[in-house]
């Protein structure tokens, strides 16, 4: 069976500061693993996708990850916090029947 | 424009009725899932479909109902044994593989009065 679990439900950083959202994943098979972010009221949007191919993968708005299977992380970096990050942000793994299993998400404050 | 359509985008349910949410795809996408949103709790599948005129329950399909009569139509019904209904429903659609991606509507608010 597939899980993700987000250390940390708030991150706060200042504007400029390095971004760094953590997220680990438990599964049987070999993961195919998502981050998607989402505005207030609004649907989630794929910021990258891991998919086994490079284990570090780029993604929209400056924002990048690394697959780390040794230590069955997943974790979002951006080097430089934008007002504009501001957000939640979500882990996802592939489930077994294609459906997407979450973690619980973590808000993303950025601070002039 | 491609894309998942969700309507409404609020919706108030009285007690003991039955409400439909409409989730509408026009990116010819096989499969689609519907998923409900608590604050703190992430997102939790409710039913999914990965073929017209077949649906499998999620995680939490007690006091939901499904239909997939088109490629493009998936609406969810909540219905009045759903005892805590009030929540952020995602209705999402993907082209059917396992490492493609799922895309995502806007939203509808449901809210009990």
């Known amino acids: 069976a597939q899980s993700v679990t987000q250390l940390g439900s708030h991150v706060s950083v200042s504007e400029g500061a390095l971004v760094l959202l953590r997220c680990n994943y438990s599964?049987?098979?070999?993961?195919?693993l998502f981050w998607y972010v989402q505005y207030p009221n609004q649907g989630l949007q794929l910021l990258l996708k891991?998919?086994?191919?490079?284990?570090l993968v780029k993604g929209i708005n400056g924002f990048e990850a690394e697959f780390k299977k040794s230590e069955t992380s997943f974790h979002l970096t951006k080097p430089s916090a934008h007002m504009s990050d501001a957000a939640e942000y979500f882990c996802a793994v592939r489930g077994s029947q294609g459906n997407l299993i979450f973690g619980k998400g973590t808000k993303l404050s950025v601070k002039p | 424009d491609g894309g998942i359509t969700q309507s409404p985008k609020y919706l108030f349910r009285k007690e003991g009725q039955n409400v439909t949410l409409s989730c509408e795809q026009n990116l010819n996408h096989d499969a689609m899932y519907w998923y409900r949103q608590d604050p703190g709790q992430g997102l939790r599948l409710i039913y999914y479909?990965?073929?017209?005129?077949?649906?499998q329950k999620g995680d939490i399909a007690e006091g939901y109902s499904v239909s997939r009569e088109k490629k493009e139509s998936f609406p969810l019904t909540v219905t009045s044994a759903q005892k805590n209904p009030t929540a952020f429903y995602l209705c999402?659609?993907?082209?059917?593989?396992?490492?493609?991606?799922?895309?995502f509507g806007p939203g509808t608010r449901l809210l009990v009065l």
């Open positions: 599964s049987s098979v070999p993961p195919y």
């Open positions: 479909s990965q073929i017209v005129n077949d649906f």
């Open positions: 891991y998919t086994s191919a490079a284990t």
């Open positions: 999402a659609s993907s082209i059917g593989t396992y490492q493609e991606t799922q895309y």
